[in-house]
């Protein structure tokens, strides 16, 4: 009972995947980040963290792809939108891009 | 009391040395405090122990692969071997430790006091001169096991208590004074980008930073350059180890020869055809690399996140120390190629070096230094001293990375379960840490301890009036230095 008030009856969840080399190190800092700043905009996003190789395969899944700008190549035709950046710690960054690609609330 | 003691022993037997429960507790305990709800905590408890069940099963899997190979380098040669690479090397390291009796659970004690001093360290700035915290999750979990081995070796006879705290006070402080080194060289590449690097390199960095523009010249850089494009299957872990690991393993088999192998190894079928063997033998070690990394990264990210909070609730102003693949959006895509291809011109001649001049082992390039280490460096040493910088500085590091790794392998005895960490300072800084512990004892810890808490304070000595503007508020930098140069901001020249 309680897991469904947590959620609320939430119409649109934003499923976001950040990805880096690796997997390890870059993508969760992104992840951390991206959570404080769709809180901020105020999204209910779901976010997870994983290497290009496993992002690639399912980026179809998400609604959105973070990824350091050199790896957005990687992504070409899928159906996500996918968004590059340069510093991966820069909420501003972020909140700017998010802003840009004026993704569903 | 009685009672107290049985459950003391019980929590002893069952989870204290028990490396996945203990891991898991420790996350439902940091739950808990943070006041998350019972399932949450539950589920925080079931990631951490699963994750470090899947890495035991790989990292066994990783020595298993391994042994008939060393076996018959040893069998024909008399040679043993090592990847450098730290996931071989925590691997090789949690094999050690367990061969001697010991619990590894100790690795994990051993990470939470380290960071805690490097929070101490952080929260008396005004004395230590300490501006970051290293929250480089999976990085923790690697250099905590590699030290515990070399603790472990230097001092055989000490007790798990002293053990965890002694090094836990040494590596705490090698984390806080070496990503404090970074604050300088990032925040003038990323133009106060607002982190640090916590990583495996940090020594190298600074470095790098000191030596390149001696090098080369920065108007000279390698944006101009066209790389052949295959190299960019190379941005893929998997792909990357696993042609890596067929170059290596293909031609040390092939040498070995399949009489050999057929005697040594029962997995090689009697109807199986030998170039298929390698094959598969070969690609093993990418199967089982990429399930550590699931492991890892499935208890780390509980780690990393309670870290992340920890710092910005209890230490603002501080600088976060991150994985050094973030400093790469700042450089041109062409230094992290032409810096991973020139670290490995240098350690393919290392290892022929190795080979030429009889040494008693052989090592095998890993992927995250070969990649992380040299990629990293040739982002910092292009800035400053152009396409010459970022081509010799990889390549000298590429060559330490070998002879350093191929010295620390055999004389920690890691070699002997087919790892070494791998990366630039653990092949550069460790194996002095490690030959002083051990012919030093106590005086070489306290020794090596107070040598790093002196570094901040000469870096600070030197540039008393930037020394925190610049981690805090890099247009204040600035401005400092353009009163300095005698010219306006935008002309100042930051190097």
């Not at chain 1, 290009?52 to 996500?80: M, W």
Request: hydrophobic share 50%; with cysteine; charged share 15%.
């Amino acid at each position: 009972m309680a897991a469904s008030e947590d959620k609320g009856e939430c119409i649109n969840m934003l499923k976001v995947i950040a990805a880096c080399g690796s997997g390890m190190g870059s993508s969760q800092i992104i992840k951390m980040k991206l959570e404080k700043v769709f809180k901020k905009l105020g999204y209910q996003a779901e976010i997870y963290h994983t290497n290009v190789g496993d992002a690639k395969s399912q980026a179809n899944n998400y609604d959105v792809v973070f990824c350091s700008e050199s790896l957005v190549g990687t992504f070409n035709g899928t159906r996500a939108t996918v968004i590059g950046l340069k510093n991966l710690l820069s909420e501003a960054e972020m909140t700017e891009k998010i802003e840009a690609a004026n993704l569903p609330k | 009391m009685e009672i107290l003691l049985s459950v003391w022993e019980f929590f002893q037997n069952n989870i204290l040395t028990k490396p996945a429960f203990f891991i898991g507790f420790i996350v439902f305990a940091g739950y808990a405090l943070l006041g998350k709800k019972w399932y949450e905590c539950l589920a925080g408890f079931i990631k951490g122990t699963v994750g470090y069940m899947i890495l035991n099963v790989a990292s066994g899997g990783l020595v298993g692969n391994f042994r008939p190979v060393l076996a018959g380098l040893k069998d024909r040669f008399e040679l043993s071997a090592a990847v450098i690479d730290p996931y071989f090397g925590q691997a090789a390291a949690q094999a050690s430790v367990e061969n001697i009796g010991r619990s590894f659970s100790m690795m994990m004690m051993v990470l939470l006091i380290a960071f805690t001093m490097n929070i101490l360290l952080v929260l008396f700035r005004k004395y230590t001169k300490i501006r970051t915290l290293f929250i480089t999750g999976h990085v923790m979990v690697q250099q905590s096991s590699t030290a515990l081995w070399l603790v472990l070796f230097c001092f055989p006879g000490l007790q798990d208590p002293q053990v965890v705290v002694m090094l836990g006070i040494l590596l705490g402080t090698y984390w806080a004074v070496a990503s404090n080194l970074t604050v300088e060289p990032v925040a003038k590449l990323t133009e106060g980008g607002g982190f640090a690097t916590g990583h495996q390199q940090m020594f190298g960095i600074f470095l790098v930073s000191k030596i390149a523009k001696k090098i080369g010249d920065p108007k000279n850089s390698l944006e101009n350059l066209k790389l052949p494009g295959f190299l960019s299957i190379f941005n893929e872990n998997m792909v990357a180890t696993g042609v890596l690991m067929t170059i290596f393993f293909g031609t040390i088999i092939t040498i070995l020869g399949p009489d050999l192998m057929h005697q040594i190894d029962k997995g090689f079928g009697a109807k199986q055809n030998f170039g298929f063997y390698i094959l598969e033998k070969s690609l093993n070690f990418a199967v089982y690399l990429t399930i550590l990394q699931l492991g890892v990264r499935t208890f780390v990210s509980e780690l990393t996140n309670s870290f992340q909070g920890i710092s910005e609730k209890l230490l603002p102003g501080s600088v976060p120390a991150v994985d050094c693949a973030a400093t790469y959006g700042f450089g041109h895509p062409n230094a992290v190629t032409f810096g991973f291809l020139f670290g490995a011109f240098g350690q393919f001649l290392a290892i022929m070096g190795l080979i030429v001049f009889d040494s008693p082992i052989l090592i095998i390039s890993g992927f995250v230094p070969l990649f992380f280490d040299n990629a990293t460096f040739a982002v910092f040493a292009n800035r400053l001293g152009g396409i010459r910088a970022a081509a010799i500085i990889p390549f000298c590091s590429g060559i330490i990375q070998v002879l350093g790794g191929g010295f620390a392998a055999y004389h920690f005895t890691t070699g002997n379960f087919g790892g070494w960490h791998g990366n630039f300072d653990w092949d550069a800084v460790w194996p002095f840490i490690g030959v002083i512990m051990e012919n030093l004892q106590y005086i070489g810890v306290a020794a090596v301890v107070l040598i790093l808490l002196a570094i901040p304070q000469i870096i600070y000595r030197m540039n008393k009036d930037t020394y925190f503007v610049i981690a805090e508020d890099f247009d204040k930098y600035k401005e400092i230095m353009a009163k300095k140069q005698g010219v306006p901001v935008d002309q100042v020249v930051i190097d």
